[in-house]
Nanobody
Framework: VQLQASGGGLVQTGDSLRLSCVASGRTYSNNALGWFRQAPKKEREFVAT????????YYAESVKGRFTISRDNAKNTVYLQMNSLKPEDTGVYYC?????????????????WGQGTLVTVSS
């Protein structure tokens, strides 16, 4: 079972990026999915989560209004659209699959993690 994240890169302040995360080996259509990030020398932090059917989303305050999480269960893929990027958004972004149908900001709720994709926002 793998979660493969992609879409990171080097952008400037105010730019946009869309991250994707594809699950292979099994389907997570009954599980919530989430995005977390880890900046250099900092703890991993919650970014966004989406329920199993996409009906409920939840965001960290720091990204609310700028980031949008979505999913396509037919493609086993979760996305993170990131707009108006800031230097403080820099970090490695990880996708994760929850043990449950509803999402959470708690890392303990997640059973599988992707390898991460690096986002660097220059000022």
């Amino acid at each position: 079972v793998q979660l493969q994240a992609s879409g990171g890169g080097l952008v400037q302040t105010g730019d946009s990026l869309r991250l994707s995360c594809v699950a292979s080996g099994r389907t997570y259509s009954n599980n919530a999915l989430g995005w977390f990030r880890q900046a250099p020398k900092k703890e991993r932090e919650f970014v966004a989560t989406i329920s199993w059917n996409g009906g409920t989303t939840y965001y960290a305050e720091s990204v609310k209004g700028r980031f949008t999480i979505s999913r396509d269960n037919a493609k086993n893929t979760v996305y993170l659209q990131m707009n108006s990027l800031k230097p403080e958004d820099t970090g490695v972004y990880y996708c994760a699959a929850s043990r449950y149908a509803s999402g959470s900001s708690d890392t303990e709720h997640y059973r599988a993690w992707g390898q991460g994709t690096l986002v660097t926002v220059s000022s």
